[in-house]
């Protein structure tokens, strides 16, 4: 209040910023459901690709196991060091309420080594199982990077609509109070001082006649 000049340009301004505080509150909470909505709908994603991966990873361990058990360990690992991925990756971007996230459009792999030929069936069944966790893994990095997004963004949005909550609209509308008090006070005065002049004026006339 000590830097703000009780007059009606004064009230009127305030009232116009007091407006666009409580639209930019009520657009601010909506947003925060908004994203809330969407980090349930997330956690869900990643709860159901987690169960998934969680069956996959079981049943080509256990395949692993067994054609450790048939072919031997020494043999599985100069196997596996001959086996490689190239993995290409198609990156867009996915927009909700102004944020931003990376998406995976498409996965493409292209595995080398192992021919599937001239070993057990054990092991063309685990190579196979752990090529086919690739993709549903990286799907899986998408939907956690996604998730702490929404996090940190609820996060903030929740901070500006509580500062606006419990801080600037409240004190908008008390300075708003202070001002209209004052003019009011100002209003008062004024009307007894032109009164007083106008019985003042009274006075003279009578005593002029």
């Known amino acids: 209040m000590a830097n703000i000049k009780p007059t009606r340009m004064e009230l009127l301004k305030l009232k116009h910023k007091l407006k666009l505080a409580k639209k930019g509150h009520k657009l601010l909470k909506q947003k925060n459901d908004v994203l809330i909505l969407e ?35 020494q043999n599985i690992e100069r196997i596996s060091s001959s086996l490689s991925s190239d993995t290409c990756l198609e ?3 996915r927009s909700i309420m102004d944020v931003e996230f990376p ?8 595995h080398n080594g192992y021919g599937y030929y001239g070993y057990t069936i054990e092991l063309d069944n685990a190579v196979l ?9 990286l799907k899986l990095s998408e939907k956690q990077l996604m998730l702490n997004y929404l996090a940190q963004e609820i996060k903030k949005t929740k901070r500006r609509v509580n500062s606006l909550e419990c801080l600037i ?19 008062r005065e004024s009307f007894i001082r032109l009164k007083k002049i106008k019985e003042f004026l009274n006075k003279e006339d009578e005593t002029s006649a």
């Open 39 to 73: 980090f349930f709908e997330t956690l869900k994603s990643i709860k159901k690709l987690r169960e998934e991966l969680g069956g996959k990873l079981s049943r080509a361990q256990n395949s692993l196991i067994h054609a450790i058990a048939i072919e031997g360990e």
């Open 91 to 93: 990156i867009s971007k």
């Open 103 to 110: 998406e995976i459009k498409d996965i493409k792999v292209k």
């Open 129 to 137: 199982l752990y090529r086919e966790l690739l993709k549903p893994l």
């Open 169 to 187: 609209i409240p004190s908008m509308e008390c300075t708003k109070k202070l001002i209209m008090f004052k003019l009011e006070e100002i209003e």
